[in-house]
């Protein structure tokens, strides 16, 4: 069996509807403008990856990345910051690294990661790719 139901007093008669609150336009500079990825026409160097950076390495990218350590004043070895990775190279990214997470805060290996790398914002050597290539 089922109950009759009473009608509820605090109801709103159904001949008018709800009042709706006007529609207010979306603010104009809500959204940021996408970035370009990090390879097509930027002034800096994209990360080649953690891979890259090993003993044997001869690559204008590593003398770029060195010459910024420098101007950075982290390039404390006697050697000359060339092309070929080294110990050097290694120990001077590690500074760098150390300034960006002290107190042993993270990576400080000496091999590049994509933040700190980032961070340093190396010139670009390579070549910009092409559309369409």
Known sequence: MSRPT???STDTPTSSPPEEAPA???????TPEPTPPADTGSLYEP??????????????????????????????SAQTAGPDWT???????AAFQHTLRPKEGGDVSGIPDQ??????????????PREGN
Request: proline fraction near 10%; glycine fraction near 10%.
């Open 6 to 8: 009473k009608p509820d």
């Open 24 to 30: 207010r336009p979306a603010p104009a500079a809500a």
């Open 47 to 76: 990360y080649p990856g953690a891979g890259y950076f090993h003993g044997g390495r001869n690559s204008a990218i590593v003398q770029a990345m060195a010459r910024r350590l420098t101007q950075e004043g982290h390039w404390e």
């Open 87 to 93: 110990r050097g190279h290694q120990r001077a990214f």
């Open 115 to 128: 933040v700190a790398w980032d961070r340093l914002q190396v010139p670009r050597v390579s070549p910009i």
